[in-house]
């Protein structure tokens, strides 16, 4: 992750997501066809039950996360591409990171949202299964000028 800047990984995921827009028609067709299997089977990008697999079911959208609390997001409609990288590494805000970034995009499929909100509840709950506190998403979506 630290061959690429951030804004450079996010355009990556806007041509994969937009195989369209990719100038060499050799690639372009490498896109497609990666595009056209991540979209026919979503758990082979994360795993089952991986919230990858949330995204990549929605067909206007590719997404992966990796090493060092990194998420990239493609948005085909919206011609966007997303990084997000939380500092310490971690993975477990991810989801509701992306849910959060999609919302204030105000992305249209609510089906997508809403899978993501239902899997990854903002609410912590302890062995007893009581909810002890939730978890807050301060984060303001910047979109990057370059």
């Given amino acids: 992750m630290f061959a690429l800047p951030l804004h450079q990984l996010a355009r990556v995921f806007l041509m994969l997501a937009s195989p369209e827009i990719i100038r060499e028609p050799a690639l372009a067709r490498a896109a497609r066809r990666n595009l056209d299997a991540i979209h026919a089977a979503p758990a082979m ?28 997001i493609g948005l085909r409609a919206e011609r966007l591409g997303i990084a997000i990288r939380v500092v310490d590494g971690s993975h477990g805000l ?47 979506f910047q979109a990057g000028a370059r």
Avoid: M, W
Avoid at 130 to 139: L, Y
């Fill in 45 to 72: 990008v994360g795993g089952f039950n991986h919230f990858s697999e949330i995204l990549c079911a929605d067909l206007n959208l590719i997404a992966k996360d990796g090493a060092l609390g990194v998420l990239l």
């Fill in 94 to 140: 991810l989801p509701l990171l992306a849910l959060s970034a999609l919302r204030q995009l105000h992305y249209a499929n609510s089906d997508t949202l809403s899978a993501i909100a239902a899997r990854y509840p903002k609410h912590i709950v302890n062995d007893n299964g009581h909810v002890v506190g939730h978890i807050e998403i301060p984060f303001q």
